[in-house]
């Protein structure tokens, strides 16, 4: 299978688009870091410890894929998550990840040792 320049199959839907853009620990960090509230992106390189260029390219990622938004106040950017629907997402994973326990981690094709391998 060919991909893009963005590690995309051509031609894939818009679903699995939205769960690439999840698939990343820093972005999905971002995510939960912002379920809690607007942040600056110092304050997630703060809370993250990540490089400021690291943060800023995966919250343009997150923010192009609809998920995140800004909001200017003078010559900063406070960010928020664009969509509450995200976090029924996300607990709706969580109660899948308990229900199946070590089952996703353990999957030889994306489980956790395949992902760090």
Same mark, same amino acid.
């Given at each position: 299978?060919?991909?893009? &320049? &963005?590690? @995309?199959?051509?031609?894939?839907?818009?679903?699995?688009?939205?769960?690439?853009?999840?698939?990343?620990?820093?972005?999905?960090?971002?995510?939960?870091? !912002?379920?809690?509230?607007?942040?600056?992106?110092?304050? !997630?390189?703060?809370?993250?410890?990540?490089? &400021?260029?690291?943060?800023? =390219?995966?919250?343009? @990622?997150?923010?192009? @894929?609809?998920?995140?938004?800004?909001?200017?106040?003078?010559?900063?950017?406070?960010?928020?998550?664009?969509?509450?629907?995200?976090?029924?997402?996300?607990?709706?994973?969580?109660?899948? !990840?308990? =229900?199946?326990?070590?089952?996703?981690?353990? @999957?030889?094709?994306?489980?956790?040792?395949?992902?760090?391998?």
């Amino acid at each position: 299978m060919t991909m893009n &320049q &963005q590690g @995309c199959a051509p031609g894939t839907g818009a679903a699995e688009a939205l769960f690439r853009s999840l698939s990343d620990g820093t972005r999905l960090a971002i995510v939960r870091r !912002l379920a809690e509230g607007e942040a600056r992106v110092s304050d !997630l390189v703060e809370r993250l410890g990540s490089a &400021q260029s690291t943060i800023s =390219a995966h919250v343009s @990622c997150l923010r192009d @894929c609809g998920l995140v938004e800004g909001r200017p106040e003078g010559r900063q950017v406070f960010y928020r998550l664009a969509r509450p629907e995200l976090l029924d997402l996300l607990a709706s994973a969580e109660r899948l !990840l308990e =229900a199946t326990g070590e089952a996703v981690a353990l @999957c030889p094709e994306y489980g956790v040792a395949t992902v760090h391998e």
